[in-house]
Nanobody, 119 residues
Framework: QVQLQESGPGLVKPSQTLSLTCTVS??????????WSWIRQPPGKGLEWMGLIAYSGSTYYSPSLNGRTSISRDTSKNQFTLQLISVSPEDTAVYYC???????????WGQGTQVTVSS
């Protein structure tokens, strides 16, 4: 059973960098053909895919975030990390990490973590 757990600060000030880590257990983030995504849901809105890091280490980002997103990984800890720079109150959301396979359906999700951007 794969489990994902998000961690990071719940409050970030405007213009700062949001950094969240997803710790994976029960499966390796380097296992072939799995993709590890960050997804968020602002209050009252739908889910927004932010980007992913593949089993190979390749990264892909949503163009809607205008280059503010970076995803990296620490294979020794089986973790992957999201950094979102220059945050504003519009970045307030519940942030999720999730796994998908070659069919692109998400089969495992973290429980989500609330991040509020406020001074």
């Amino acid at each position: 059973q794969v489990q994902l757990q998000e961690s990071g600060p719940g409050l970030v000030k405007p213009s700062q960098t949001l950094s969240l880590t997803c710790t994976v257990s029960g499966g390796s983030i380097t296992t072939n053909y799995y993709y590890w995504s960050w997804i968020r849901q602002p209050p009252g809105k739908g889910l927004e895919w932010m980007g992913l890091i593949a089993y190979s280490g390749s990264t892909y980002y949503s163009p809607s975030l205008n280059g503010r997103t970076s995803i990296s990984r620490d294979t020794s800890k089986n973790q992957f990390t999201l950094q979102l720079i220059s945050v504003s109150p519009e970045d307030t959301a519940v942030y999720y990490c999730a796994r998908s396979g070659t069919g692109w359906a998400y089969d495992y999700w973290g429980q989500g973590t609330q991040v509020t951007v406020s001074s």
